[in-house]
């Protein structure tokens, strides 16, 4: 149903666009303002054509069919020729390039009409006389994005920099060459005559822009190195985006066009402008998609929608690159987008696009070859200076490629000599040459023998790379050997095989005791058993270093695949997988020559930065700081946690990954000893990430509780949905309920992923403060909003968090961990959960009386000294709850040093200030109270029986006292 939809979807789409411009006689502007020509009557036959076809195609009717008539014949040819022509050497575009000019040639000697298919050769000729704009706001956009969505970002970011020298200084460097090969032709009078400087660079750059989809194609089939074809792909993408922006600029001045100052600035304004659409339209997409959970629907759509978006809108709009808008947003959804479509969505993302590209791929080459068939003439003048500029192009890749080879080789990957004939030899010429082409062609202020030159000479370099270059690339790499897998490799897949094989034959005997089948002719059933000595490449030596190099790839990719298995199920973050899947890349680079417990970077992807917990304590931006704490801290825990899984699903896999050659004799002893340092390699990695989860548990247990919370409740939903799919294959509940009860699970699933640890934190401050003296007894509004407004700190073990004598800007109650507090550097007491401090200061608006520091990792709430002004402003009654807190404070630390109090623990201490009573005396007056003792919280009191002055604070034995002033007591029962 979904393949379906995804169908409907994207032909619905080319549909709608080829209608639209075709019914409305709609003609873009131009990729920039730059081409935007006023036609004068004396048109090309090209545009006379064109209107032939629409006033012929519209005759007796109100609408143009030709378009939809087309794209449904292409559709069919094109899955015609996969199916029909799928064990021919010819790449697949190939094949449509030479029917499309099949098409052509037919419609163009009008044979289509004579054997009766009129409307046939109308829909061709419709596709031969295409807008050139067309080709591009249509194709562009999904060929690119779909090709920057499918690579490989660890191995781009990595190419990247030899693929921007190929496609910047590289392309000017082939653009020159190939404009004074052109020039040099015109001065020795073998053609060209009417070309000037700026036609033959305009040329220069259409040429220049790369096509290389059948030798992607060509080199994922045969399994060459993904480095090779990443740098191939990658170099047309970028080569594409700044040939447009070069052919803009000289297109400009040519036709009188060009935008105003300096050229380099305009170059630099139009590429930097489409990475910055693409940016931000990128940024806009993750974070919708951020808020969308399991939806195909709405995760597609929007997807496509920003790639065509970024492309209109940077061309059309901001008059930027729309290639480089759509590469950045590619390369975003690539990366860190890769995490932020769901799961469950992202199979369907991918195979939608794999769709599209097919599809466009199927309609632009049949497309390029109608347009060369019936819109180019050759003379043998036009031959020969065709000729001759095929050799130019491969002359000027060539010196590209020369020039810039040295500093290649040491940049990145690199790029051996091998794989640089391959990217020479590859560099074929497509749809993108022939669109620019035809914006030219139909653009009556250049002449019109150069405009016919410039198709001729483009179409034809179109056909030779695709017929030649195409066709025999694959020579080419067989020749070098780089699809040849290695002997390791090749003994992997041969021992593979055998136990295929092996496994069948035991099914064949289970398969002879089925009284349904017993009856079968086992010798064809045997015939259907893998064959193992069809495999091509047959493994002729080897050591075992090698063995135990390639052992340890293939033990990374599992590890991999772990992580991206517990991120499918929502056990680990997207930016957890994201690092810990860079750093498997990372070790992949190595080729496996080294150890499994060699991880640089892992201590880096655990470790919470110190700077980070620091910057928490600051006065404004403490709060985003301390989210950022949090999130750190939890990221920590997934990563080790999904650490530590994924090494105990190797050590368990480790001996059916091995490779069990016959090595015989001597090396026996060692292929143990090495096969042990393996497993000593995944158990180190083990004990270190079981190492880290303890430590961190111990320094941050509630923060580690919420986390667990968190990931238990994912699970438990997990097995929920994998229990529904059990009862809907049982047939026990129907199509809805189960769509129901899905629903359910997945707003559950979706409101977990919302759920921020500061939430779970919170209930942590709430029970504190249900056990905090005074405070316990707040409103729940009052509570909820101490809680928003209060700052939640974390203290590494060893912090000073507050300095005596400073100001305490508030009060302090402590959630998780214990402080002690110095008086001078003299150990005087500990605070722990649900303590306070800060609160008599407070109280009495005075400095800290101590210095506290955090003996273990310490998480508390700060109340700040506005937020307390806020709080008993809204809820009046706290000011007197606040006073019987710093009240608590006070009186817990002079019981303690108290003889009366001293065989009491801390726990009858806290409960015995719990029950006490706050009184305000007044100035002069005696009061009378019944206790076990009275502390004095703030003023003075005489008591009658010592008639004694005491100052607070202050334990008094009895409780008749007389007041100096405004005093406060709290009285103990």
Same mark, same amino acid.
């Given at each position: 149903?979904?393949?379906?939809?995804?169908?409907?979807?994207?032909?619905?789409?080319?549909?709608?666009?080829?209608?639209?411009?075709?019914?409305?006689?709609?003609?873009?502007?131009?990729?920039?303002?730059?081409?935007?020509?006023?036609?004068?009557?004396?048109?090309?036959?090209?545009?006379?054509?064109?209107?032939?076809?629409?006033?012929?195609?519209?005759? $007796?009717? *109100? @609408? =143009?069919?030709?378009? /939809? &008539?087309?794209?449904? %014949?292409?559709?069919? +040819?094109?899955? #015609? !020729?996969?199916?029909?022509?799928?064990?021919?050497?010819?790449?697949?575009?190939?094949?449509?390039?030479?029917?499309?000019?099949?098409?052509?040639?037919?419609?163009?000697?009008?044979?289509?009409?004579?054997?009766?298919?009129?409307?046939?050769?109308?829909?061709?000729?419709?596709?031969?006389?295409?807008?050139?704009?067309?080709?591009?706001?249509?194709?562009?956009?999904?060929?690119?994005?779909?090709?920057?969505?499918?690579?490989?970002?660890?191995?781009?970011?990595?190419?990247?920099?030899?693929?921007?020298?190929?496609?910047?200084?590289?392309?000017?460097?082939?653009?020159?060459?190939?404009?004074?090969?052109?020039?040099?032709?015109?001065?020795? $009078?073998? *053609? @060209? =005559?009417?070309?000037? /400087? &700026?036609?033959?660079? %305009?040329?220069?750059? +259409?040429?220049? #822009? !790369?096509?290389?989809?059948?030798?992607?194609?060509?080199?994922?089939?045969?399994?060459?190195?993904?480095?090779?074809?990443?740098?191939?792909?990658?170099?047309?993408?970028?080569?594409?985006?700044?040939?447009?922006?070069?052919?803009?600029?000289?297109?400009?001045?040519?036709?009188?066009?060009?935008?105003?100052?300096?050229?380099?600035?305009?170059?630099?304004?139009?590429?930097?402008?489409?990475?910055?659409?693409?940016?931000?339209?990128?940024?806009?997409?993750?974070?919708?998609?951020?808020?969308?959970?399991?939806?195909?629907?709405?995760?597609?759509?929007?997807?496509?929608?920003?790639?065509?978006?970024?492309?209109?809108?940077?061309?059309?709009?901001?008059?930027?690159?729309?290639?480089?808008?759509?590469?950045?947003?590619?390369?975003?959804?690539?990366?860190?987008?890769? !995490?932020?479509?769901?799961?469950?969505?992202?199979?369907?993302?991918?195979?939608?696009?794999?769709?599209?590209?097919?599809?466009?791929?199927?309609?632009?080459?049949?497309?390029?070859?109608?347009?060369?068939?019936?819109?180019?003439?050759?003379?043998?003048?036009?031959?020969?200076?065709?000729?001759?500029?095929?050799?130019?192009?491969?002359?000027?890749?060539?010196?590209?490629?020369?020039?810039?080879?040295?500093?290649?080789?040491?940049?990145?990957?690199?790029?051996?000599?091998?794989?640089?004939?391959?990217?020479?030899?590859?560099?074929?010429?497509?749809?993108?040459?022939?669109?620019?082409?035809?914006?030219?062609?139909?653009?009556?202020?250049?002449?019109?023998?150069?405009?016919?030159?410039?198709?001729?000479?483009?179409?034809?370099?179109?056909?030779?790379?695709?017929?030649?270059?195409?066709?025999?690339?694959?020579?080419?790499?067989?020749?070098?050997?780089?699809?040849?897998?290695?002997?390791?490799?090749?003994?992997?897949?041969?021992?593979?095989?055998?136990?295929?094989?092996?496994?069948?034959?035991?099914?064949?005997?289970?398969?002879?005791?089925?009284?349904?089948?017993?009856?079968?002719?086992?010798?064809?059933?045997?015939?259907?058993?893998?064959?193992?000595?069809?495999?091509?490449?047959?493994?002729?030596?080897?050591?075992?270093?090698?063995?135990?190099?390639?052992?340890?790839?293939?033990?990374?990719?599992?590890?991999?695949?772990?992580?991206?298995?517990?991120?499918?199920?929502?056990?680990?973050?997207?930016?957890?997988?994201?690092?810990?899947?860079?750093?498997?890349?990372?070790?992949?680079?190595?080729?496996?020559?080294?150890?499994?417990?060699?991880?640089?970077?892992?201590?880096?992807?655990?470790?919470?930065?110190?700077?980070?917990?620091?910057?928490?304590?600051?006065?404004?931006?403490?709060?985003?700081?301390?989210?950022?704490?949090?999130?750190?801290?939890?990221?920590?825990?997934?990563?080790?946690?999904?650490?530590?899984?994924?090494?105990?699903?190797?050590?368990?896999?480790?001996?059916?990954?091995?490779?069990?050659?016959?090595?015989?004799?001597?090396?026996?002893?060692?292929?143990?000893?090495?096969?042990?340092?393996?497993?000593?390699?995944?158990?180190?990695?083990?004990?270190?990430?079981?190492?880290?989860?303890?430590?961190?548990?111990?320094?941050?247990?509630?923060?580690?509780?919420?986390?667990?919370?968190?990931?238990?409740?994912?699970?438990?939903?997990?097995?929920?949905?994998?229990?529904?799919?059990?009862?809907?294959?049982?047939?026990?509940?129907?199509?809805?309920?189960?769509?129901?009860?899905?629903?359910?699970?997945?707003?559950?699933?979706?409101?977990?992923?919302?759920?921020?640890?500061?939430?779970?934190?919170?209930?942590?401050?709430?029970?504190?403060?249900?056990?905090?003296?005074?405070?316990?007894?707040?409103?729940?509004?009052?509570?909820?909003?101490?809680?928003?407004?209060?700052?939640?700190?974390?203290?590494?073990?060893?912090?000073?968090?507050?300095?005596?004598?400073?100001?305490?800007?508030?009060?302090?109650?402590?959630?998780?961990?214990?402080?002690?507090?110095?008086?001078?550097?003299?150990?005087?007491?500990?605070?722990?959960?649900?303590?306070?401090?800060?609160?008599?200061?407070?109280?009495?608006?005075?400095?800290?009386?101590?210095?506290?520091?955090?003996?273990?990792?310490?998480?508390?709430?700060?109340?700040?000294?506005?937020?307390?002004?806020?709080?008993?402003?809204?809820?009046?009654?706290?000011?007197?709850?606040?006073?019987?807190?710093?009240?608590?404070?006070?009186?817990?630390?002079?019981?303690?040093?108290?003889?009366?109090?001293?065989?009491?623990?801390?726990?009858?201490?806290?409960?015995?200030?719990?029950?006490?009573?706050?009184?305000?005396?007044?100035?002069?007056?005696?009061?009378?109270?019944?206790?076990?003792?009275?502390?004095?919280?703030?003023?003075?009191?005489?008591?009658?029986?010592?008639?004694?002055?005491?100052?607070?604070?202050?334990?008094?034995?009895?409780?008749?006292?007389?007041?100096?002033?405004?005093?406060?007591?709290?009285?103990?029962?």
């Amino acid at each position: 149903m979904k393949r379906l939809l995804i169908l409907s979807t994207i032909l619905a789409l080319n549909l709608n666009l080829g209608f639209a411009i075709q019914k409305e006689h709609v003609k873009n502007d131009s990729i920039k303002s730059q081409t935007e020509a006023v036609h004068s009557t004396n048109m090309t036959s090209v545009n006379e054509n064109q209107g032939e076809v629409t006033e012929s195609s519209h005759e $007796g009717h *109100g @609408l =143009n069919l030709a378009p /939809f &008539l087309f794209i449904v %014949l292409s559709l069919f +040819i094109g899955t #015609a !020729t996969r199916h029909l022509f799928s064990k021919v050497p010819l790449p697949y575009t190939i094949i449509l390039l030479i029917i499309g000019l099949t098409l052509g040639i037919l419609t163009r000697f009008d044979i289509m009409q004579t054997i009766g298919l009129d409307m046939v050769g109308q829909a061709v000729q419709w596709a031969g006389n295409i807008d050139p704009h067309l080709i591009l706001y249509l194709f562009l956009p999904t060929l690119i994005f779909e090709a920057a969505y499918a690579l490989h970002i660890h191995t781009f970011k990595k190419s990247l920099a030899n693929a921007l020298i190929l496609a910047v200084p590289g392309i000017l460097v082939a653009i020159a060459i190939t404009a004074f090969a052109l020039l040099l032709i015109k001065s020795l $009078g073998i *053609g @060209l =005559n009417e070309w000037t /400087f &700026l036609l033959a660079f %305009l040329f220069g750059t +259409i040429i220049s #822009a !790369t096509d290389p989809v059948a030798v992607v194609a060509i080199l994922k089939e045969v399994g060459a190195s993904k480095r090779l074809s990443t740098i191939t792909e990658s170099e047309s993408m970028l080569n594409d985006g700044t040939a447009i922006v070069i052919f803009m600029t000289i297109f400009g001045l040519i036709t009188g066009e060009a935008a105003g100052g300096n050229a380099f600035v305009n170059f630099l304004r139009v590429s930097l402008g489409g990475v910055l659409v693409g940016a931000v339209i990128g940024w806009g997409i993750l974070s919708w998609l951020k808020k969308v959970f399991n939806d195909a629907l709405i995760e597609i759509t929007v997807v496509i929608g920003a790639a065509y978006l970024s492309f209109y809108l940077a061309e059309s709009v901001l008059h930027v690159s729309g290639v480089i808008a759509v590469v950045t947003l590619g390369i975003s959804m690539a990366g860190p987008g890769k !995490t932020k479509v769901s799961p469950e969505v992202t199979h369907f993302l991918h195979e939608f696009w794999e769709l599209a590209a097919f599809i466009a791929n199927t309609l632009i080459f049949i497309i390029v070859g109608v347009v060369i068939a019936q819109q180019v003439n050759y003379t043998i003048s036009d031959l020969k200076v065709l000729l001759l500029v095929y050799i130019t192009i491969h002359i000027a890749r060539l010196g590209t490629i020369y020039v810039f080879y040295p500093l290649m080789r040491r940049i990145g990957y690199g790029i051996a000599f091998k794989d640089s004939i391959v990217l020479w030899w590859g560099g074929l010429r497509g749809a993108v040459a022939l669109a620019l082409t035809l914006i030219v062609a139909i653009d009556s202020r250049i002449p019109l023998e150069p405009r016919n030159q410039l198709l001729s000479l483009t179409a034809g370099i179109v056909i030779l790379t695709s017929l030649i270059n195409a066709t025999t690339v694959r020579w080419l790499i067989d020749k070098f050997g780089l699809s040849k897998i290695g002997d390791i490799k090749a003994g992997l897949m041969m021992q593979s095989l055998q136990q295929i094989r092996l496994s069948g034959e035991k099914e064949i005997e289970k398969l002879k005791e089925n009284r349904y089948m017993s009856g079968a002719d086992w010798d064809k059933v045997s015939s259907f058993l893998i064959d193992v000595d069809s495999v091509e490449e047959k493994p002729q030596h080897f050591n075992l270093e090698d063995t135990i190099a390639e052992t340890r790839k293939r033990l990374l990719q599992k590890e991999k695949e772990s992580y991206w298995r517990q991120f499918s199920m929502g056990m680990l973050s997207s930016e957890g997988v994201n690092l810990l899947s860079d750093q498997i890349d990372a070790l992949l680079d190595y080729g496996g020559k080294i150890p499994l417990s060699t991880r640089q970077n892992i201590e880096n992807i655990w470790t919470t930065p110190k700077t980070i917990a620091k910057l928490q304590n600051l006065p404004l931006v403490g709060r985003i700081w301390k989210r950022k704490f949090l999130n750190r801290l939890a990221l920590s825990y997934d990563c080790a946690r999904t650490f530590v899984a994924a090494q105990e699903e190797n050590q368990k896999s480790l001996s059916s990954l091995i490779i069990g050659f016959s090595i015989g004799g001597a090396e026996s002893s060692k292929e143990t000893e090495l096969l042990s340092a393996l497993e000593d390699e995944l158990n180190e990695n083990r004990i270190t990430g079981q190492t880290f989860l303890r430590n961190l548990r111990e320094k941050y247990p509630d923060i580690c509780r919420s986390i667990e919370t968190l990931l238990a409740s994912r699970s438990l939903l997990n097995q929920q949905e994998e229990m529904l799919e059990r009862l809907k294959k049982q047939g026990r509940l129907e199509p809805d309920e189960v769509e129901r009860i899905q629903a359910y699970i997945h707003a559950s699933m979706k409101q977990l992923i919302d759920t921020s640890l500061k939430e779970n934190t919170e209930l942590k401050v709430a029970a504190a403060l249900r056990n905090t003296p005074g405070l316990k007894n707040l409103s729940k509004d009052a509570q909820q909003f101490l809680i928003s407004k209060g700052l939640l700190k974390i203290y590494p073990e060893g912090s000073v968090i507050a300095k005596q004598g400073s100001e305490p800007d508030g009060i302090f109650i402590i959630i998780n961990g214990t402080a002690n507090y110095y008086e001078s550097d003299t150990l005087t007491g500990v605070k722990e959960i649900s303590d306070v401090f800060g609160a008599y200061e407070w109280l009495l608006s005075s400095r800290l009386r101590y210095t506290f520091t955090a003996e273990t990792p310490v998480t508390l709430i700060k109340i700040n000294t506005s937020t307390i002004k806020l709080l008993t402003s809204k809820f009046p009654e706290t000011k007197r709850l606040l006073t019987l807190c710093a009240s608590a404070d006070i009186a817990l630390e002079l019981l303690k040093q108290n003889e009366k109090f001293s065989e009491l623990s801390i726990r009858k201490l806290r409960t015995l200030i719990r029950n006490a009573e706050l009184f305000e005396l007044s100035r002069g007056e005696k009061h009378l109270f019944s206790g076990s003792a009275c502390i004095l919280v703030k003023g003075q009191a005489i008591t009658d029986e010592q008639d004694t002055l005491f100052t607070a604070p202050a334990i008094l034995d009895e409780c008749n006292l007389r007041s100096k002033g405004d005093a406060l007591a709290l009285i103990l029962p």
